[in-house]
């Protein structure tokens, strides 16, 4: 008789056949996202991560954007540091990348903890999607995505969210890198274009730039041996192209503020500040040898984070498995030779290649920190690891599970343990400690203050020890905090002459390094730098003593509370805009330093303005009859408008305004637009004529709006392109 089979049954073990090969897929990510939350659990018990730039750059930063987001706004410039900064066109602030629009939702903290969990268990997803396209064994990509993703050299980054969220871009490029050179399909081609998008919005130029290092050499490499076709390369080429389009946004203001900025071509001396030197190397065998910021024993020169590169030991053992048993593919040997590569770059200037690479390789005299490298030298040795994995689990014929079961907690432990080294966190209820000195300055919200030698504190509480991360935390975060270090004013709201910026413009930084060397030499002209500067107070440690006729000391009424700090009131300042009768026109910055330090020369009563044509207007204007009289001048906290009402006598009248001068700023004066010149190296100014003026200033980029209609524009190709692939190629057909 012939079989009867139901096909009930066949269905019932069809779909239990399907189940077994879901759960089979998921397990992998399962694994992975148990790794990363037990790397961030601290994190989600109440504690927030809080050291270095993280606490004095990043989250003030964040903070000031969260407050206009809240409110409806989007933050484009910044008034509360160094006269005034653009916020967009920061090129350390992802204002579009999908991570920065938590911050309507979460605290600053809270924003940065979910995105740093977000974007680890990112990149080890996209890592593993690549390594599981080269080998055999999913476990093998999975051993690769957590040596990489649990290593120093990823993790030290977490409290620099831009450049950890660019970090965790770059496996994502290198997937679709090889998707498009495999197959340079429509879909893929966009996809790519995405990608890049990504890396460009994260808001790291550096570690942008590295990638590109990175992948340049093995997409050649991949696409000579998958097959030579002008069709991949222009496919790749046309997904670089919409992916700047896309990010137009972010790149166009970035470049203008680079053109205004102080920030130019590094030496070589200048580019190798943090790097990787042969004792650290040693840490990739012994965590602690140069000992841990966690214990407050760090001995190594510059800090713990750039030269971190343990991966744990088990990588190690795998990639000199693979090699000494001659089991090494095309693909282990290009990234064995790319590991070597950057991890030989890493050494900086004494290494010999960094040094060579920095005259004859575009683009790397503008960064500095060679320890960077080490980025892309542990994602190669990763991956390497990973082709060493496969091979040991080809030879494991039996008690598979046993053998996985090691190798995952070999790999997994080592890391568990060392984490912490790289996470420092603290308790939320301390980071809501408000400096006395703080409580003192909300009362003036317009002036600013200005702390010259904040670099004292910096050093001490950052560079020197690293006693924040030791059994000490809480007392020594609350005297940093109460040192009002630069940028953590944003958080009350104070404004500031002074400031730390990655790239500053280029007026601020001469006029701030005016102030120092006036304070250095005691030059009696230095009140009248501080009243150009807008400065109402000067901070600086108590160690110093300034004397000079127009500062003042604040008495307070109890010091044990301004342990930290000294307070002297500049008598100089009389508001944030004047009138002068006296123009002297320059045409360049070595001009108006030469004539601002000259002896005599007042800034209450003259003014220099920049100008490289004289018209009939300017060359009769050195010497001015009107008198200006401020009858009002309001700003709103967190706005970038300022409302002014003045009166000019006697005839036509020249407005200075303290206010950081930046392409971009309009003034309308009775419904009417007037010129803006730059004056006084760092301020806007202004001529007016006889008679009551109703001034508004407001900051409109044209470089923010054009960016914004390029990257539409891309959006919408990329969406008819979509489209047009999904639905109308099938019609066409």
């Not at 409110?71 to 090129?91: E, F, K, S, V």
């Not at 070597?340 to 890493?346: A, C, G, Q």
């Not at 003593?545 to 010091?559: C, D, F, T």
């Amino acid at each position: 008789m012939p079989l009867k089979v139901d096909p009930a049954d066949l269905m019932s073990l069809s779909s239990k056949a399907k189940s077994k090969k879901i759960l089979r897929s998921c397990l992998p990510f399962a694994l992975l996202a148990m790794f990363e939350l037990g790397i961030i659990a601290p994190l989600f018990t109440g504690k927030k991560l809080y050291w270095g730039d993280l606490m004095l750059y990043f989250v003030p930063m964040y903070h000031y954007a969260r407050v206009l987001l809240v409110r409806g706004r989007l933050p484009l410039w910044n008034p509360y540091m160094l006269m005034g900064q653009p916020y967009a066109g920061n090129p350390q602030i992802g204002l579009f990348f999908p991570g920065f629009w938590l911050l309507p939702f979460f605290s600053s903290w809270n924003a940065v903890v979910i995105q740093s969990g977000l974007m680890l268990y990112t990149a080890g997803v996209f890592l593993y999607c690549y390594l599981k396209r080269h080998v055999q064994h999913d476990w093998a990509a999975v051993a690769g995505a957590i040596c990489w993703t649990g290593g120093g050299a990823v993790l030290g980054r977490m409290q620099f969210p831009p450049m950890f969220c660019s970090i965790a871009c770059i496996p994502l490029l290198l997937l679709m890198l090889e998707k498009v050179l495999d197959l340079p399909t429509p879909a893929n081609a966009l996809t790519l274009a995405l990608s890049i998008t990504l890396m460009l919005l994260a808001a790291h130029p550096q570690v942008a730039y590295i990638s590109f290092l990175l992948l340049a050499p093995y997409g050649m490499w991949y696409w000579n041996r998958s097959g030579r076709g002008g069709g991949k390369l222009k496919a790749v080429m046309l997904s670089l192209l919409l992916g700047i389009g896309l990010s137009a946004v972010q790149l166009l203001p970035v470049i203008e503020l680079a053109l205004n900025s102080s920030r130019q071509t590094l030496s070589p001396l200048q580019a190798n500040r943090f790097h990787l030197r042969w004792y650290q190397a040693v840490t990739l065998l012994i965590p602690h040898y140069v000992g841990s910021p966690v214990m407050a024993d760090y001995w190594g020169q510059g800090n713990a984070w750039e030269p971190a590169l343990f991966m744990g030991w088990l990588p190690i053992i795998f990639v000199l498995y693979l090699w000494i048993n001659r089991q090494f593919s095309p693909y282990a040997r290009i990234w064995t030779a790319l590991s070597l590569f950057f991890f030989w770059m890493s050494f900086g200037v004494k290494g010999g290649l960094y040094y060579i690479a920095f005259y004859c390789v575009p683009g790397i005299s503008r960064f500095h920190d060679a320890g960077r490298y080490l980025i892309p030298a542990t994602l190669a040795f990763a991956i390497v690891a990973s082709y060493g994995v496969e091979a040991w689990l080809l030879r494991v014929k039996q008690h598979k599970i046993l053998a996985l079961s090691l190798l995952f907690a070999g790999l997994i432990v080592p890391l568990w343990v060392y984490s912490p080294d790289w996470l420092p966190a603290t308790s939320q209820t301390h980071l809501t400690h408000t400096p006395s000195v703080a409580q003192l300055l909300q009362h003036h919200p317009y002036s600013r203050v200005y702390t010259p030698v904040h670099s004292y504190y910096s050093d001490q509480f950052i560079s020197e020890g690293y006693r924040d991360y030791g059994s000490y935390s809480l007392r020594a975060l609350h005297g940093e905090e109460d040192t009002l270090d630069p940028n953590t004013n944003l958080m009350y709201q104070i404004r500031s002459a002074s400031g730390y910026e990655p790239v500053p413009l280029l007026g601020a930084a001469v006029l701030d390094g005016m102030v120092r060397q006036a304070l250095i030499r005691n030059d009696p002209e230095m009140p009248s730098l501080l009243r150009v500067m807008g400065v109402e107070y000067l901070l600086y440690p108590r160690l110093y003593h300034i004397s000079q006729p127009g500062l003042q000391p604040v008495l307070l009424r109890n010091k044990k509370h301004f342990k930290m700090l000294n307070v002297s009131h500049a008598s100089s300042y009389s508001g944030l805009a004047w009138g002068v009768r006296r123009i002297e026109y320059v045409p360049n910055d070595l001009r108006a330093l030469a004539s601002m330090t000259s002896a005599g020369f007042d800034t209450n009563k003259e003014a220099v303005v920049f100008t490289s044509t004289f018209t009939d207007e300017l060359s009769a204007s050195d010497r001015l009859p009107g008198k200006i009289h401020i009858l009002d001048d309001k700003q709103q906290e967190y706005s970038t408008q300022r409302v002014l009402n003045l009166s000019v006598s006697g005839g036509t009248g020249f407005l200075v305004l303290s206010q950081s001068a930046y392409p971009g700023w309009h003034l309308i004066d009775n419904n009417h637009r007037i010129k803006l010149y730059r004056t006084d190296i760092n301020c806007l100014g202004c001529f007016l004529s006889k008679g009551f003026h109703h001034i508004l200033l407001m900051y409109h980029p044209i470089t923010f709006l054009f960016g914004l209609y390029i990257s539409c524009l891309s959006m919408s190709v990329t969406a008819g392109s979509y489209v047009y692939n999904r639905f109308g190629r099938k019609r066409v057909n």
